[in-house]
């Protein structure tokens, strides 16, 4: 599962990435500095698994991951190839929601493409040329489903009618995760792997003195968010990369407390984004390891253990789970046990965030 940080050239995406990763991409201040995708994994924050370490003293603690591609930037005119357009709309179409980064703070001294901070035309320019790419597709699309249909084939004829619809519904310049579709249309669309399909998260690149509150170009950002429903964060990208280079712990959270913040930025940046793929944690905890598992959304309890190994899926027997809050308040898997709220739980079991899960399974 990938998350792909997208803007116009010069928005902070290089900065931002160098401090969500451990990849250092080149960052400039010119136009095209990242030309090939940067690819990093990002360790997710988790209170829960600092927690259960302290509880249970492992020999190895492993944190969740979730992986950030960092896409070139994109100008007017990429639907036709200009720029770098076609590599940046293969790119963006391999990743599974997006990070949209709007620049929305004001210097002289770092160009922009437009001439002006303006982060609704920003958006607005990326939202066309994705747009114009998915009306290409669905355009394709429906010509190929419209041959079909004279043979008389049932399904092609009810996608000729989903596919007219929808390429009306983009030329009237709206994104393809506001379409309305029944269970048989979100196939077809999932498979057609649209652009302006993907879940986003707006994330208002501001300067230090706006990254408590924000500012106006946020305030702009964050009514036009909340039509689209999605999401809208503000961090003041050069300011965490400065919060980056600090070496220990308590450096960082002397900075963030000058600034007023509790948390760095990147830290929601990666939780953000973590939701924003649907995804979840489930752990392990052992004196070996204690370990979170990243997991979809409604994973089942034999889906969860699959993540760890296909055996473990296949021969799934049960699961004893023991929820987050259960073992926090009582200190020990003992402990849990002897208060009797440690639960068995079997195939149709649907994991939820946080669970502490031991399987037992038979190959």
Known sequence: ????????????????????SSAKAQAANY????????????????????????????????????????????????????????????????????????????????????????PIRDKETIDIELQLKDLETAEKRLEKAKKMAKSGEKEAKLNVET??????FLMEGKNVRGFDRNDREAGLLKEMQ?????????????????????????????VMAKEENAGCLHIAVSTESDIAELETYEEKQLFLEELGLEDAGVNRVIRAAYDLLQLQTYFTAGEKEVRAWTIKRDFTAPQAAG?????????????????????????????????????????????????????????
């Open 31 to 118: 136009p095209f500095c990242t030309i090939e995708p940067n690819v990093g994994q990002v360790t997710v924050p988790d209170h829960r698994l600092e927690r259960l370490a302290e509880l249970v003293n492992p020999a190895k603690v492993q944190a969740a991951n979730v992986e950030i591609v960092d896409i070139a930037g994109l100008v007017r005119g990429a639907s036709k190839g200009e720029g770098l357009g076609n590599q940046f709309l293969g790119n963006i179409r391999e990743t599974n929601a997006i990070i949209h980064v709007l620049r929305c703070f004001e210097n002289e001294n770092v160009t922009h493409v437009d001439g002006s901070v303006d």
């Open 194 to 222: 649209l652009l302006t399909d993907k879940p986003v998260l707006y994330l208002c690149n501001v300067d230090e003195s706006s990254a408590k509150e924000g500012n106006a170009h946020v305030e702009r950002v964050r």
């Open 1 to 20: 599962m990938k998350c792909g940080i997208v803007g116009l050239p010069n928005v902070g995406k290089s900065t931002l990435f160098n401090c969500l």
């Open 307 to 363: 993540v760890i190994h296909t055996d473990f899926e296949k021969g799934f027997i049960r699961a004893e789970v023991i929820s987050y809050a259960d073992y926090d308040n009582l200190g020990s898997e003992n402990a849990v046990k002897e208060a009797g709220k440690m639960r068995v739980e079997g195939k149709e079991y649907v994991v939820q965030d946080g669970d502490i899960m031991h399987f037992r399974f038979n190959v």
């Open 163 to 168: 596919l007219e619809r929808l390429v009306n």
